[in-house]
């Protein structure tokens, strides 16, 4: 019947094209090359799988987020107002890195660009998550 409409095709007006809303792939890669063994391979559908996941997740903490811009009258997203989004929203596994992250982020924004000499690099998130996980 064309009634019915598969939950899956259904879209949100605000969505936009998969173009506009989902993360690059080429992205999303290389993050998950970091995080696997140098032997291990990834096929296009767990490339895929994970580039929608990961997209979702953001777009979530950040509505929950704009919420509260427009309830404190503000227009800019912080790193704290992600942070306390992901409390609100139940992620409290996260808590015991992320505020240690942003805090690591503040001290150093502006330190090193491109063209810069860099020291050793610091501690990536996924590196936090990654040492909390094995404590």
């Known amino acids: ?3 019915d409409i ?6 949100d007006d605000n969505s936009g094209t998969d173009d506009q809303r989902l993360l690059p792939i080429a992205n999303i890669s290389r993050i998950m090359k970091r995080a696997l063994p140098p032997s291990a391979k990834m096929s296009k559908e767990a490339k895929a799988c994970v580039q929608e996941c990961v997209s979702e997740f953001i777009g979530f903490i950040t509505n929950e987020a704009s919420e509260r811009l427009v309830e404190d009258k503000r227009k800019t997203i912080t790193g704290d107002d992600v ?5 609100a929203l139940g992620f409290d596994a996260y808590m015991a890195f992320l505020p240690q992250f ?3 982020y503040r001290r150093n924004k502006g330190k090193a660009g491109p063209m810069k000499k860099q ?10 998550v990654q040492n909390h996980a094995q404590v």
């Open 119 to 128: 020291k050793p690099s610091p501690p990536s998130l996924l590196d936090m």
């Open 83 to 87: 942070i306390d989004s992901m409390r």
């Open 1 to 3: 019947m064309d009634d």
């Open 102 to 104: 942003l805090s690591y």
């Open 6 to 11: 598969d939950e899956h095709e259904e879209k």
